[in-house]
């Protein structure tokens, strides 16, 4: 018998028999930045922190093997790069850059002969991946009803849409605060002033809410590195439930360009310094695109402003981006259909901006509802948003809902049953309808 019959364990004509186990993977995940890959071998490459440069065998025989998988599916962040040691690949001399960077892929290659070298003999993505149910109802809390100027009542939204009766709230009543989703079914409101004391008596409070819609008892966060701060931005970002919040004004009534991540547990951690390039400024709204990452817009750093920064899948805040559409302050945010975002009113505008699943922020349109400021707006029912509360120019503290279409389309006005208010914070919260 000529030849090489590499799954023939018994080296013997007759019946071929299969190599136990197949391929030997690795049982260590690989992590670092580079692998010295071996035939016959299995690896997980986990390119989380890094990429991966794989050194193929110099010396490769026909039928070697080596299989190669996307373990924590990041590939496209950090991409698996493959240095084939003097041999070609597909053909193409080893002086070719070759790397993959499609998430969830995998890549079993096979060694063909010294003309065509390494070839793939699949290369493709996983799309089978666990999707996390859809966030489908919404809660409006805090803020300024006038009399009293600072209030802690909440309104949850059900996964229609329909903004509930005013729930006295455990919290410290307090306005110019802002909120969240966390953890993929919970959410947090954080910061605020406080009364009595004006804008310096700024605070670090947070109030997470549970999944069932109930707002917890103050948590102080009392460490002197997460700042007191009012009006800032708040979104969530990357897939395992992180939030953020970034910008705002300080204690000393300063605008400010730093951020706090919090933990898919509601943790809220030390400030990260602003990025060079990101103007400090307050009175933003933040909303999260593109399935894992986030953006904040607009702002007053005086006069108001179209900028809009992006916040990447890891927490980090991009410098500015000029954007389109009315500059304003205080709009409302929020995502709606799946992966993209929309801002807003603010300013006593009804204009919107809608935000594609790549961050790009769209030019005005025109809402049907109410010009005013000082709202907040949520998701809900799993593709949709609304918008709720605020102040009109003229006429006051407004209880007007505006729902949003899993298109971008913002209603007309909706009256609804909680107390009139500005300065209040939105956010989605829940699995259950």
Same mark, same amino acid.
């Given at each position: 018998?000529?030849?090489k019959i590499?799954?023939?364990?018994?080296?013997?004509?007759?019946?071929?028999?299969?190599?136990?186990?197949?391929?030997?993977?690795?049982?260590?995940?690989?992590?670092?930045?580079?692998?010295?890959?071996?035939?016959?071998?299995?690896?997980? =490459?986990?390119?989380?922190?890094?990429?991966?440069?794989?050194?193929?065998?110099?010396?490769?025989?026909?039928?070697?093997?080596?299989?190669?998988?996307?373990?924590?599916?990041?590939?496209?962040? &950090?991409?698996?790069?493959?240095?084939?040691?003097?041999? &070609?690949?597909?053909?193409?001399?080893?002086?070719?850059?070759?790397?993959?960077?499609?998430?969830?892929?995998?890549?079993?290659?096979v060694?063909?002969?010294?003309?065509?070298?390494?070839?793939?003999?699949?290369?493709?993505?996983?799309?089978?991946?666990?999707?996390?149910?859809?966030?489908?109802?919404?809660? @409006?809390?805090f803020?300024n009803?006038?009399?009293?100027?600072?209030?802690?009542?909440?309104?949850?939204?059900?996964?229609?849409?329909v903004?509930?009766?005013?729930?006295?709230?455990?919290?410290?009543?307090?306005?110019?605060?802002?909120?969240?989703? @966390?953890?993929?079914?919970?959410?947090?409101f954080?910061?605020?002033?406080?009364?009595?004391?004006?804008?310096?008596?700024?605070?670090?409070?947070?109030?997470?809410?549970n999944?069932?819609?109930?707002?917890?008892?103050?948590?102080?966060?009392?460490?002197?590195?997460?700042?007191?701060?009012?009006?800032?931005?708040?979104?969530?970002?990357?897939?395992?439930?992180?939030?953020?919040?970034?910008?705002?004004?300080?204690?000393?009534?300063?605008? =400010?360009?730093?951020?706090?991540?919090?933990s898919?547990?509601?943790?809220?951690?030390?400030?990260?310094?602003?990025?060079?390039?990101?103007?400090?400024?307050?009175?933003?709204?933040?909303?999260?695109?593109?399935?894992?990452?986030? =953006?904040?817009?607009?702002?007053?750093?005086?006069?108001?402003?179209?900028?809009?920064?992006? /916040?990447?899948?890891?927490?980090?805040?991009?410098?500015?981006?000029?954007?389109?559409?009315?500059?304003?302050?205080?709009?409302?945010?929020?995502?709606?259909?799946?992966?993209?975002?929309?801002?807003?009113?603010?300013?006593?505008?009804?204009k919107?901006?809608?935000?594609?699943?790549?961050?790009?922020?769209?030019?005005?349109?025109?809402?049907?509802?109410?010009?005013?400021?000082?709202?907040?707006?949520?998701?809900?029912?799993?593709?949709?948003?609304?918008?709720?509360?605020?102040?009109?120019?003229?006429?006051?503290? /407004?209880?007007?809902?505006?729902?949003?279409?899993?298109?971008?389309?913002?209603?007309?006005?909706?009256?609804?049953?909680?107390?009139?208010?500005?300065?209040?914070?939105?956010?989605?919260y829940?699995?259950?309808?």
């Amino acid at each position: 018998m000529s030849g090489k019959i590499v799954n023939n364990v018994f080296r013997a004509s007759g019946v071929i028999a299969a190599t136990p186990g197949g391929l030997d993977w690795s049982t260590a995940v690989v992590t670092g930045s580079t692998l010295s890959a071996s035939a016959g071998k299995g690896y997980f =490459i986990n390119t989380t922190s890094n990429a991966c440069t794989v050194t193929l065998p110099s010396s490769a025989e026909i039928g070697d093997q080596i299989v190669f998988a996307d373990y924590a599916r990041t590939w496209s962040t &950090n991409n698996l790069i493959i240095d084939s040691n003097g041999n &070609n690949f597909q053909g193409e001399a080893d002086t070719y850059t070759v790397d993959y960077d499609t998430v969830g892929q995998s890549l079993n290659i096979v060694y063909a002969d010294s003309t065509k070298g390494w070839l793939p003999v699949s290369d493709d993505a996983v799309s089978d991946v666990g999707v996390a149910p859809a966030t489908q109802r919404a809660i @409006f809390g805090f803020g300024n009803a006038g009399s009293p100027a600072f209030t802690g009542v909440t309104n949850l939204v059900n996964s229609s849409g329909v903004v509930q009766a005013d729930v006295s709230a455990v919290g410290t009543a307090r306005r110019q605060l802002s909120a969240t989703n @966390f953890g993929g079914d919970k959410a947090i409101f954080f910061g605020g002033v406080v009364s009595p004391g004006g804008n310096a008596n700024a605070s670090r409070i947070s109030n997470i809410v549970n999944n069932s819609g109930v707002v917890q008892s103050d948590v102080a966060n009392a460490s002197g590195s997460v700042t007191v701060k009012y009006q800032s931005g708040m979104t969530t970002y990357g897939s395992t439930g992180q939030a953020m919040s970034a910008f705002g004004t300080n204690s000393s009534e300063a605008n =400010i360009s730093l951020s706090n991540l919090i933990s898919s547990s509601g943790v809220i951690a030390d400030d990260v310094s602003g990025v060079s390039g990101a103007t400090a400024r307050t009175a933003v709204a933040g909303a999260p695109y593109g399935g894992d990452k986030g =953006i904040i817009a607009y702002g007053y750093p005086d006069p108001s402003t179209n900028i809009s920064n992006k /916040i990447s899948n890891t927490g980090v805040v991009a410098s500015d981006t000029s954007g389109v559409g009315t500059a304003r302050v205080s709009p409302g945010a929020a995502g709606y259909g799946t992966d993209k975002a929309i801002f807003a009113y603010g300013e006593y505008t009804n204009k919107v901006n809608l935000v594609s699943n790549t961050g790009v922020v769209a030019t005005d349109t025109t809402a049907s509802g109410t010009a005013r400021s000082i709202g907040a707006g949520a998701s809900y029912g799993g593709d949709k948003a609304l918008f709720y509360g605020g102040n009109t120019d003229g006429s006051g503290r /407004i209880n007007y809902a505006n729902l949003v279409t899993n298109q971008g389309a913002v209603g007309s006005d909706q009256s609804a049953v909680g107390t009139a208010r500005s300065n209040l914070g939105g956010a989605t919260y829940s699995y259950s309808t």
